[in-house]
C-alpha cells in the first residue's frame, strides 16, 4: 500500500480527516474520544484509522496523545470540505434541490467527484450566482423539463429515445411517448415497457431506423423512434 503524502482515501478515511480537519479548527487538537463521538463510531474503530492517517502521513498521532494534522493532512481535508460546499451549493442553488436533501446527497458523493470535476462545478456555480435572473431561468427550464410527477416517476433520468441510438446500440423501452400506429403496433406484438431493442441500421438520410425488438424486425419511421424512450448501454 502507498503510504506517501497525497495517496488515495477511501470514503471512511476521508470522513475521519474531514472530522479531525474541524475539531482541530475549533479546540487546537482532537482526542480520540472527540472523534468517535463526532462520527458515532467505537474507539477501536478510531484507533485503527488514525493508525493509517499516521501511516500515511496525514496525521501526527500516538496512542493517549492529541491528534494534530501534517501540513499534507491539512490541505487533504481542506479540498475534501471544498468539495462538500461546491456540491451542496450546486444542488441547492443551480439544481433548485431542497437544502437538506441537497447536504444528504453532498455528504454521499464528496468522496467521489475528483477535483476536476468540483472546479467545474465551483466555475458554473459562480457563474449562476452571478448573473441575476439565471437561478430562476433554471429553475423554471427545470420544472418544465420535470413535467408531472406520474411521468418523472416512470422517464429516468438520462432517457434516450430509439432515434438517439446508433447502429447497433440497444436500449430497453422505459416508455412511448404518446399514442398513435407505433404504440399500437408494439401492444399488438405484446411489447412495450421492458422490451429490449436493437438498432440494426439507419438509412443514409436518417429515416428509416430498422430495429429489432426481441424475435421481431421492425421498420421506424424516425418519428416513431422518436417517440421510443429507452435506457441505453
Known sequence: MDSKPGSSLSASLEDYLETIFWVVAAEGAARAKDIARQLKVKASSVTGALQTLAEKEY?????????????????????????????REFF????????????????RLEHDVGDEVAARMAAL?????????????????????EGP??????????????????????????????????????????????ALIEVEGVAPMGDPIRVRIRRYRLSLRRSEAAAILVVGR
Not at 443551480?94 to 436533501?101: F, Q, S, T
Not at 456555480?125 to 439565471?134: A, I, K, N, S
Open 149 to 194: 410527477a406520474a411521468q418523472r416517476a416512470m422517464l429516468p433520468s438520462g432517457s434516450q429515445t430509439v432515434a438517439d441510438l446508433k447502429s447497433g446500440q440497444k436500449g430497453v423501452i422505459v416508455s412511448v411517448r404518446r399514442e398513435g400506429a407505433i404504440s399500437r403496433r408494439l401492444a399488438d406484438m405484446g411489447l412495450g415497457r421492458g
Open 125 to 145: 456555480l459562480e457563474y449562476v450566482q452571478g448573473r441575476d435572473g439565471m437561478r430562476q431561468e433554471l429553475a423554471a427550464f427545470l420544472a418544465q423539463r
Open 59 to 87: 496525521i501526527h498521532y500516538r496512542p493517549y496523545e492529541a491528534v494534530t494534522l501534517t501540513r499534507e493532512g491539512f490541505e487533504k481535508a481542506a479540498r475534501v470540505v471544498q468539495r462538500h460546499r461546491i456540491l
Open 92 to 107: 441547492a442553488q443551480v439544481l433548485g434541490v431542497d437544502e437538506a436533501v441537497a447536504e444528504q446527497r453532498a455528504r
